[in-house]
């Protein structure tokens, strides 16, 4: 029996919802627990969940654009952290620790785009909860699927400790002009 697979486009928000719904195994690991598919303050439908280590996750995506997911994201930790109560009553474990605080740097951010979001390198270096995943949309035997990678990071960050700082030559105060130079400016009029 042979497999067809081949590439095709996702007709709504809804679909890509239940495609990546599906996929939260691959994503979060097993087992992991639905917390909210449903935001009273976000006109998005991200998934707020526990990965199969107990850690809170959030799942935003964007059918077109890496960066629209990104800032969707962020506005939702921001959003989480002023209205504390609605996730205290969706889920008061979350809340019940030592600090009792569930901080949004806490919360781990997955952006599933088809498209890289800008700066997420960048951004990823201040915010290690921050896991960036790109689709494909498929079609395999006539049935919707999405092909789902981690990110390719192109960001290669050196730290400033191992950096050798080489001096470079600069010239202060009154400093004599070489010979070359001297007859540089000679050929502009400006010496004498």
């Known amino acids: 029996m042979n497999t067809d697979i081949s590439s095709t486009q996702l007709d709504s928000d809804d679909m890509l919802n239940e495609l990546i719904f599906q996929s939260l195994d691959k994503i979060l690991g097993t087992p992991h627990q639905i917390i909210s598919r449903d935001f009273p303050f976000t006109g998005t439908q991200p998934i707020l969940a526990l990965d199969c280590n107990q850690h809170p996750a959030l799942i935003v995506f964007d059918r077109h654009d890496g960066g629209q997911a990104l800032l969707t994201g962020l506005k939702i930790l921001e959003s989480i952290e002023s209205n504390r109560a609605w996730l205290l009553r969706l889920h008061p474990e979350l809340l019940d620790n030592d600090q009792h605080a569930l901080r949004p740097e806490d919360i781990q951010l997955f952006i599933l785009a088809p498209t890289l979001p800008p700066g997420a390198d960048y951004l990823k270096q201040g915010f290690s909860q921050l896991h960036v995943l790109t689709f494909q949309p498929l ?43 001297e007859d ?3 050929n502009l009029n400006i010496m004498a």
């Open 184 to 186: 540089y400016f000679r």
């Open 139 to 181: 079609l395999i035997n006539g049935k919707a699927a999405l092909l789902i990678e981690p990110a390719a990071t192109t960001f290669e960050q050196v730290p400033a400790k191992n950096k050798k700082i080489e001096p470079s030559p600069f010239r202060t105060g009154m400093t004599e002009l070489e010979k070359t130079e």
